[in-house]
């Protein structure tokens, strides 16, 4: 695995590991699958590598980014914490290293920044996968998902349920750093049954500022839903059956305004968020599916 950085034009360092072939000028054949990772700030490469890396081949290399504030990544100033920055990052990051047509591969906020590139470059973008993700917060959506995820999946009582809804409401209505200190262990057990744990998550270089000021500004608001229509290529657009932080039904409405884009939607059963910690078998054989038609 090539470990590396490279500086964009604001002097900020980007981190990257490249796994299979190698980055080439004059490699027309080998295809680049650009991952992504979710909750900026809280984690990085570490948490993803060892599930994305499985699709790398002798076609196909698997290029982790670091987005900026996170992992080990420059931070920067507050302002430029938002997906419309990230996604000028990636666009710059791609220029600089000649990586042309990517397959974007995103998780969670990565799914958000994969979006947003593909409405904004619709020609530099030869498929997107997204995994546990959508184009906007849907609080009600997401209390609802979490009712259903609490009762029938981690067998809770209508009663648990019920207060723990309540408390994800209260989450989104004014998220900070102090509610999630108080409500972490709780939460972070409850994303799937095979969760990743405090201590995995710990492994990462964390950046506290830049998580505090995606959920206090831009989880809340940010809504990419307008643009989707100029998205064209492929997308495989995976999601867990009771995934309560994307639900499923979030994702089918996010699907269906992607009107120009040849979309297959896989709801894997049985998961939560990430749907791969708890069906790793499947989730992998519907992204190699994908892969074989459109590489």
């Not at 796994?19 to 004059?26: E, H, N």
């Not at 995103?106 to 958000?112: A, F, N």
């Not at 309540?166 to 095979?194: G, P, Q, V």
């Amino acid at each position: 695995m090539l470990m590396a950085y490279i500086e964009l034009k604001d002097k900020l360092q980007i981190y990257y590991e490249t796994l299979g072939p190698a980055l080439s000028l004059g490699d027309q054949e080998t295809k680049t699958l650009l991952f992504i990772h979710g909750a900026p700030g809280l984690v990085d490469t570490h948490m993803y590598s060892d599930f994305w890396g499985r699709f790398a081949a002798d076609k196909l290399r698997i290029v982790f980014y670091e987005q900026r504030g996170s992992g080990r990544s420059d931070d920067c100033t507050l302002d430029k914490l938002n997906i419309a920055q990230h996604v000028s990052d990636l666009h710059e990051f791609c220029q600089t290293l000649n990586i042309q047509q990517p397959i974007l591969a995103g998780v969670s906020h990565g799914g958000y920044i994969s979006l947003a590139y593909a409405s904004r470059y619709p020609n530099d973008v030869a498929a997107l996968i997204l995994c546990n993700t959508n184009a906007k917060r849907e609080t009600d959506e997401r209390v609802a998902a979490c009712y259903k995820s609490l009762t029938e999946y981690f067998g809770k009582t209508k009663e648990e349920a019920t207060a723990i809804s309540e408390k994800l409401r209260m989450c989104d209505a004014n998220w900070d750093a102090n509610w999630d200190a108080d409500n972490y262990k709780l939460f972070i057990n409850l994303y799937s049954k095979n969760a990743y744990t405090p201590q995995e998550i710990a492994q990462c270089q964390q950046h506290p500022m830049t998580w505090q000021k995606f959920m206090t500004d831009e989880f809340g608001t940010f809504d990419l839903t307008a643009d989707l229509y100029r998205i064209t290529c492929s997308v495989l657009y995976l999601a867990g059956e009771y995934d309560w932080v994307h639900p499923p039904i979030c994702s089918e409405s996010t699907a269906k305004l992607m009107c120009n884009a040849n979309v297959e939607r896989v709801v894997i059963k049985n998961t939560g968020d990430p749907i791969y910690r708890d069906q790793p078998q499947l989730t992998q054989q519907a992204i190699q599916q994908f892969l074989s038609k459109i590489l």
